[in-house]
């Protein structure tokens, strides 16, 4: 790798352990504290639990009427945390509001899409423009950090909760004007961007502009004005989350901040939301079902973590996950043994210096009573989830050395918002179905079943100037949309001497989603040496084929029609009337490579492809040995000492030769084996 290993400090100042813990809900126990609250303690400890998540949802609790606190509750159950050496991820009570809100101030309820005005209830129902919710969301906030600035247990400061959603309020349509107003220096520039002579769609006048409806201008017209919006609810998110954070942020500059994120969510981009984050924390819930189908659940969650790991490049926190069943999902499967401490320790592999759950203790209503805790409603610590939790708890008390290290990467895989929301919009190839973050999990996996760590970046870090310097390849599937520097900053990489793989539906449209003319991959065809001409989409029982170096490979879904300009063909399709035309091709340049797979296919083909692609590439594996199917590794490093993870995703057991001797791991069994760093 190419930058220096990194020895970052933990997340909570002075809190050296990994931090093990949930959301904890008190203000739901209040009648019978004597009794509960004092259980909980008793129980937390048992389990090996350092941290709760306190406050979340708590609104009602904390400010029954407008400017009456009640911060009675919340001291007492304060100090029983600091009582017991439990560190506070406190939590500001804005994911949900109290009714006395909604009906004194009916600006605070969100619009919709379709222009109808929520009621009361949920959670995220509210408006990010209104003065009022800011001015309530201010004061609250404000009163929480003044009164805990000094209490031994603040730890952490966790904003709202899952933010998502969006409004379509006037308020919120007067602000999406103005943003476009500095994003475009002109209307005239701004009708050419979205290319509005297109169905008579040209702006006269700013005023003239709304959001997207399926009553009005949508995805089915212009799709700039849907990319626009998007880009503002982000920048709206970015901007509530700043406000939130003021008065945190003045009154208790030395605690980290976070929100909560969701993988790959697509109403807000990440990378850049996360700018705005101290500590990145993510909520991760993999579909688990016992069954062999969890080595693809295993790849895909372990992408998730890759990727939240990769927004700010350090530690993160896995701010919830379920110790068992999952109550949202149609079918609420309980983890197998062995489930529970894969899944924990797979974050941690991944770069998690926290497992959190939701939730420590069953509320006794409301839909989330039935999702899986660390306290069932039996109360007690006999349940099997509990020793699961305690088996956790005990095994991460013995990997305080891992706290703040590295997870060193060689590859970079690319998954980008923008490029994701202007392909889902675009009419054409496989509508509804081009299935953008399966092919980049796809690639991605290919690294993962050779132990091959992995960072998962956008457009904005490869435009970063320098950035792509610690890599040694770098895999964009489907780089349809080229933002601004991005093929500037690919094409250079390559010359350098970096190894890039591109695949069919690149280069097609710029930041404003206007095709490029002049042949596709537009900026990138000198790069790839190659120009599409044309691409195939096919009917799912249609099949094509890749013939390379004496095999045969399945071609699925979009065939791209190329031609090889500077590029070497290395294989190519095997029938309909492209028969013998080139579907994998190499171009070399300065002194690097670029390769270019032009279908959609299977796990076989990206798997010898990729054998092939870190063998020549020298790209570092966790592990120098042959991993069984269904089994990774992953390293973390303080730059001394290696952690490397060994995680199986087998419902049967399997073992690794480490090359120090041969580690045997359990159905959905973990080792963590520790080297010296060569
Ligand atoms: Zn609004």
């Given at each position: 790798m190419n930058r220096p290993i990194v020895r970052h400090a933990p997340i909570v100042p002075g809190v050296p352990h990994l931090l093990h813990g949930g959301d904890y809900n008190p203000d739901q126990w209040r009648a019978s504290k004597e009794t509960t609250w004092k259980e909980?303690?008793?129980?937390?400890?048992?389990?090996?639990?350092?941290?709760?998540?306190?406050?979340?949802?708590?609104?009602?609790?904390?400010?029954?009427?407008?400017?009456?606190?009640?911060?009675?509750?919340?001291?007492?159950?304060?100090?029983?945390?600091?009582?017991?050496?439990?560190?506070?991820?406190?939590?500001?009570?804005?994911?949900?509001?109290?009714?006395?809100?909604?009906?004194?101030?009916?600006?605070?309820?969100?619009?919709?899409?379709?222009r109808t005005k929520n009621r009361h209830g949920g959670r995220h129902n509210h408006c990010l423009t209104s003065p009022v919710y800011r001015e309530k969301t201010t004061a609250v906030n404000t009163a929480l950090a003044e009164r805990y600035q000094d209490h031994p247990a603040l730890g952490v400061w966790h904003l709202s909760n899952e933010y998502g959603g969006e409004c379509h309020c006037d308020l919120c349509q007067e602000r999406f004007r103005a943003y476009l107003q500095t994003r475009f220096s002109s209307l005239d520039e701004l009708n050419e961007s979205w290319w509005t002579a297109f169905w008579a769609k040209t702006y006269g006048d700013w005023s003239h502009i709304e959001s997207p409806s399926e009553h009005g201008h949508g995805e089915q017209d212009i799709h700039g004005l849907q990319l626009e919006w998007m880009r503002f609810t982000t920048e709206q998110f970015v901007d509530f989350y700043e406000h939130e954070t003021a008065p945190l942020k003045a009154i208790t500059p030395d605690v980290p901040r976070t929100t909560n994120l969701m993988g790959t969510y697509p109403g807000i981009d990440y990378y850049r939301l996360a700018q705005a984050l101290d500590v990145v924390s993510w909520d991760s819930y993999p579909e688990w079902t016992g069954t062999g189908k969890d080595v693809a659940k295993g790849a895909r969650a372990s992408f998730l973590h890759d990727l939240t790991r990769s927004l700010k490049g350090k530690p993160f926190m896995l701010m919830e996950s379920s110790p068992s069943a999952t109550n949202w999902r149609p079918v609420a499967k309980l983890h197998r043994p062995g489930v529970h401490l894969l899944q924990s320790l797979q974050a941690v592999a991944h770069g998690s210096d926290t497992v959190q759950y939701f939730q420590f203790r069953k509320g006794r209503g409301g839909s989330e009573k039935f999702h899986g805790a660390v306290v069932d409603h039996e109360g007690t610590e006999r349940t099997r989830v509990f020793q699961d939790v305690a088996e956790v708890g005990a095994r991460l008390a013995e990997l305080d050395g891992v706290v703040g290290t590295d997870t060193p990467a060689d590859v970079a895989v690319v998954y980008d918002w923008h490029l994701r929301w202007a392909l889902e919009d675009q009419k054409g190839m496989l509508q509804g179905r081009t299935d953008y973050e399966g092919a980049v999990v796809a690639h991605y996996r290919a690294f993962w079943e050779q132990g091959v760590p992995t960072d998962v970046i956008d457009s904005s870090l490869i435009a970063r100037p320098g950035y792509l310097d610690r890599y040694k390849v770098l895999v964009a599937p489907m780089l349809y949309m080229l933002r601004p520097g991005v093929a500037e900053a690919i094409d250079a990489f390559v010359r350098r001497g970096g190894t890039f793989v591109a695949t069919y539906a690149t280069g097609y449209v710029d930041e404003h989603d206007r095709t490029f003319l002049g042949g596709f991959p537009g900026p990138l065809r000198e790069t790839l040496g190659i120009w599409a001409e044309e691409i195939d989409a096919l009917y799912p029982e249609d099949r094509n084929s890749i013939e390379w170096d004496g095999a045969s490979y399945e071609a699925v879904e979009l065939c791209e029609l190329i031609h090889a300009e500077t590029a070497e063909t290395l294989g190519a399709y095997g029938s309909d009337f492209y028969a013998g035309r080139p579907a994998l091709t190499v171009n070399r340049r300065g002194e690097g490579r670029a390769y270019f797979v032009a279908a959609r296919t299977g796990d076989d083909f990206l798997a010898e492809f990729y054998g092939r692609v870190v063998a020549e590439s020298g790209a570092e594996r966790a592990l120098d040995a042959d991993l069984p199917a269904g089994v990774t590794a992953q390293v973390r490093t303080d730059g001394t000492t290696d952690f490397v993870f060994l995680l199986n995703f087998n419902p049967a057991a399997a073992s690794v030769e480490t090359g120090g001797g041969t580690v045997e791991l359990a159905p959905f069994g973990t080792a963590v084996v520790e080297r010296a760093r060569a």
């Open positions: 909980d303690m008793r129980l937390a400890r048992l389990a090996g639990i350092n941290t709760l998540s306190v406050g979340i949802f708590a609104w009602a609790a904390l400010e029954p009427e407008e400017g009456r606190y009640e911060f009675g509750w919340l001291d007492e159950i304060l100090d029983l945390m600091a009582e017991n050496d439990l560190t506070a991820v406190l939590a500001t009570p804005t994911g949900a509001r109290p009714g006395w809100m909604s009906r004194a101030y009916p600006e605070v309820l969100r619009v919709n899409r379709d």
